[in-house]
């Protein structure tokens, strides 16, 4: 079965640098979800779309920017990279037909050096 | 807001051992939880989930209850393998602030020994 794709796995930035995540949500679903993991940490929300549209904002900078295009797939642009940024970025999608299941991708390792 | 307070580990075990990892949630209205597993260097993997009172997630030999009246989730199995091996993230989820996005714990590091 299909599963949610991330790109790239992995990546490796200077501070100051911008960056860009993508991710590829399973077919027919309309949702998507953005989290953070640090290291050792739990995974935090950041931001969601449906139908491509914001639909929550949680801990997000104001560096960090996204949307959802027309065939549903979702970018996250970081820019101003700082070594906090670090993390593990998770996507994860959800179909408006299976009530509160998210699916998620496999993760983007973001260094910022 | 809605928060997770998860046992925090790291919890060691023999092979075979009797696993408890403990969960409560806070949260306004009715959410649904689950547990998910992160094994090393790999993403996040649902292994359960229950989405109302008294409901009995189970999967791979675990289990969950989702008890309303002790705001509890906890996480069992009879007997682990050394293949248990991971996090394990409890979370919740409810419509809040325009989505269904999930709030988590903070982890608990299982380790099983041979």
């Known amino acids: 079965a299909a599963g949610v794709i991330q790109s790239p796995r992995h990546l490796i930035k200077e501070k100051r640098e911008t960056a860009t995540l993508k991710c590829y949500p399973i077919?027919?679903?309309?949702?998507v979800y953005w989290y953070q993991q640090g290291p050792g940490q739990d995974p935090q929300f950041l931001i969601s779309?449906?139908?491509?549209?914001?639909?929550d904002k949680g801990s997000i900078p104001d560096r960090f920017s996204a949307q959802q295009f027309s065939d549903y797939h979702s970018e996250l642009n970081m820019s101003s990279l700082e070594l906090g940024d670090s993390a593990l970025y998770f996507c994860a999608t959800q179909s408006t037909g299976e009530y509160n299941e998210q699916f998620f991708g496999p993760g983007t390792r973001l260094t910022v050096l | 807001g809605d928060s997770v307070t998860q046992m925090e580990g790291p919890v060691t075990l023999s092979e075979e051992a009797f696993l408890t990892i403990n969960c409560t949630y806070t949260?306004?209205?009715?959410?649904?939880l689950f547990w998910y597993v992160q094994y090393p260097g790999e993403g996040l993997q649902l292994l359960l989930k229950a989405t109302k009172a008294d409901d009995k997630g189970s999967n791979k030999g675990f289990e969950a209850t989702y008890r309303k009246e002790t705001t509890s989730f906890h996480l069992e199995k009879g007997s682990v393998q050394v293949s248990d091996s991971a996090v394990y993230f409890c979370?919740?989820?409810?419509?809040?602030?325009?989505?269904?996005?999930?709030?988590f714990g903070k982890g608990t590091k299982l380790t099983v020994n041979p």
């Open positions: 979370a919740l989820s409810g419509y809040q602030g325009g989505s269904e996005k999930l709030v």
């Open positions: 077919p027919r679903h309309d949702t």
């Open positions: 949260a306004t209205g009715y959410p649904s």
């Open positions: 779309f449906y139908e491509k549209m914001q639909s």
